[in-house]
């Protein structure tokens, strides 16, 4: 799984607002290539991300985006299966994922590719319940999943008592539906801030406010 537009604005996306700027302890579960861990990395000068996934592959190649990169000292990759969290002593500021949710009635043989797409290998309830035994007080869960596939969510998070403080719908032009969410989520409840984006205008090119959220991080 290389780098993806919904990777990009997670990374970019995630823990906006000044009073997040000394976050120092991050997760990024399902870390992938790196890219979203990356991102934080180059976002926020002071904080340590742990990159997790439960393909060794994509560990490998983490670990080598990571080693190339001017953050190798703040970012560090392991192999685990978040499913089998076995220790809830370390806790996090934020944690971070952009998890599997296709169905299992699409796999499709691969077995590292259905891993990382699919949600039968980490449900959403799994993914919640594990990270809000994981967040500070004061911690934020964000996501990137399916736009149709946000009201469970929501819902799922809201029965591990996470309670929706920003949402993102995105689509990808002003003639298609939206396609994905962004959800962030902290232990106090709240009234949400909830925005849209379109990704490209009609001819194509990048609207101005996709543009602007990501001017960082696109060559």
Not at 5 to 11: K, N, R, S
Not at 54 to 69: H, L, T
Not at 199 to 216: F, H, I, P, V
Request: hydrophobic residues 35%; aromatic residues 10%.
């Amino acid at each position: 799984m290389k780098v993806g537009t919904d990777g990009v604005l997670l990374g970019a996306w995630a823990a906006q607002g000044e009073e997040y700027q000394k976050i120092l302890k991050t997760l990024d579960v399902g870390v992938g290539s790196g890219l979203i861990s990356l991102m934080l990395a180059q976002r926020f000068p002071d904080i340590q991300v742990t990159g997790i996934d439960i393909d060794e592959p994509s560990v490998y190649q983490a670990k080598e985006n990571v080693g190339a990169s001017p953050f190798k000292e703040r970012i560090s990759i392991h192999k685990q299966d978040f499913r089998e969290i076995n220790s809830y002593s370390n806790k996090y500021d934020l944690i971070v994922s952009n998890p599997p949710f296709y169905s299992e009635r699409t796999l499709s043989g691969d077995i590292a590719r259905d891993t990382a797409r699919h949600n039968c290998f980490l449900s959403f309830d799994t993914l919640v319940g594990n990270a809000v035994k994981l967040l500070t007080d004061n911690g934020l869960f964000s996501v990137v999943i399916p736009y149709g596939e946000a009201r469970g969510f929501i819902s799922t998070c809201a029965s591990h008592k996470l309670y929706l403080k920003r949402r993102m719908d995105v689509r990808p032009s002003e003639k298609k539906t939206f396609r994905r969410t962004l959800l962030e989520f902290g232990r106090t409840a709240c009234a949400t801030i909830t925005t849209t984006l379109i990704l490209n205008a009609l001819d194509g090119s990048r609207t101005d406010e996709y543009t602007q959220l990501t001017k960082d991080f696109y060559l």
